[in-house]
């Protein structure tokens, strides 16, 4: 099977599994940023010091309003493209989820799957 039948199944199975959990994330942005530190180097149960050491400042940090904690909004850039990028900290400063959405975003979709 070739690559690209590869990427698109993949790509499809993702759409079909995150359609059951609200809005989904683009599987292709997955794809087009794995190499960026951030994604590729970013793993839950990571500490707010790693990250920053990782990814550098970020755009903007918030204060997380749905659950304890706070959230870095990144914009990753590749061949011209921005994409919204964050990484979110539970209230012991360790990573707990990471995403191709702003943390605004990521609040919201919270609120949706958790009422």
Avoid: W
């Avoid at 059951?20 to 794809?31: I, L, Q, R, T, Y």
């Avoid at 943390?103 to 949706?112: F, L, P, V």
């Amino acid at each position: 099977m070739s690559k690209l039948s590869l990427a698109t199944l993949f790509a499809l199975g993702t759409l079909t599994l995150a359609g059951c959990a609200g809005k989904p994330e683009n599987p292709v942005d997955h794809f087009t940023y794995r190499d960026e530190p951030l994604v590729k180097q970013v793993e839950k149960g990571m500490t707010k010091e790693r990250v920053l050491a990782i990814g550098g400042p970020a755009s903007s940090s918030v204060k997380r309003t749905y659950r304890p904690g706070t959230c870095n909004n990144y914009i990753l850039t590749t061949d011209g493209h921005q994409q919204p990028f964050h990484v979110s900290f539970d209230a012991n400063g360790l990573v707990d989820h990471t995403g191709f959405m702003t943390c605004a975003q990521r609040e919201e979709r919270e609120r949706e799957l958790h009422p």
